[in-house]
T-cell receptor, first 116, second 109 residues
Framework: GAVVSQHPSWVICKSGTSVKIECRSL??????MFWYRQFPKQSLMLMAT?????????EQGVEKDKFLINHASLTLSTLTVTSAHPEDSSFYIC????????????FGPGTRLTVT | GQNIDQPTEMTATEGAIVQINCTYQ??????LFWYQQHAGEAPTFLSY??LDGLEEKGRFSSFLSRSKGYSYLLLKELQMKDSASYLC??????????WGAGTKLIIKP
């Protein structure tokens, strides 16, 4: 159990376009979902935390107008990178938490974004 | 500030034992996680410690000392597939996960 999927697994887009990444919890309801970014040979960097039905909480330095997060249901959260630039090229990973007494995060397989 | 320290890289031999240390200074403590991350993949859960002591799970064990702000992950009977980064993460007083930079473990035959 506790499977999280991400789609797409990789995407190449042109500079100035927008890209949407989906994160789904397949066999559980996720009260909270997290979006991370990871540059090569660096650790995970939390971008934002989203709870179903409410606005996402962004970490300092993350532009909320550039990285739009929608957590429309207990099984789906989306991250849209708007007006992408080459420096946005990275590995984007989502994770989900069941809630209650469990704080373990279940990670999706990640999405590799390349902006040309 | 909040800080989690772990070695950047370690090398070990196939079949041997390796211990990866993690020290932390965080605002509150609600548990410590170890995750494994292979290159180009997302992290996968290994262990969770909230009480002092050793938790054993197959070839992997995790130890916690809250008074010392210290944990280690012990990997026995190393296999080539254990080559990966190992991430230490602490759940702080706000139940936010604070991540270490990870330890890259290289296994040599």
């Amino acid at each position: 159990g506790a499977v999280v999927s991400q789609h797409p697994s990789w995407v190449i887009c042109k500079s100035g376009t927008s890209v949407k990444i989906e994160c789904r919890s397949l066999d559980f309801q996720a009260t909270t979902m997290f979006w991370y970014r990871q540059f090569p040979k660096q650790s995970l960097m939390l971008m934002a935390t989203s709870n179903e039905g409410s606005k996402a909480t962004y970490e300092q330095g993350v532009e909320k107008d550039k990285f739009l997060i929608n957590h429309a249901s207990l099984t789906l959260s989306t991250l849209t990178v708007t007006s992408a630039h080459p420096e946005d090229s990275s590995f984007y990973i989502c994770s989900a938490r069941v809630g209650g007494d469990s704080y373990e995060q279940y990670f999706g397989p990640g999405t590799r974004l390349t902006v040309t | 500030g909040q800080n989690i320290d772990q070695p950047t890289e370690m090398t070990a031999t196939e079949g041997a034992i390796v211990q990866i240390n993690c020290t932390y200074q965080t605002s509150g403590f609600n548990g410590l996680f170890w995750y494994q991350q292979h290159a180009g993949e997302a992290p996968t859960f290994l262990s969770y410690n909230v009480l002092d002591g050793l938790e054993e799970k197959g070839r992997f064990s995790s130890f916690l000392s809250r008074s010392k702000g210290y944990s280690y992950l012990l990997l026995k009977e190393l296999q080539m597939k254990d080559s990966a980064s190992y991430l230490c993460a602490v759940l702080d007083s706000n139940y936010q996960l604070i991540w270490g930079a990870g330890t890259k473990l290289i296994i040599k035959p």
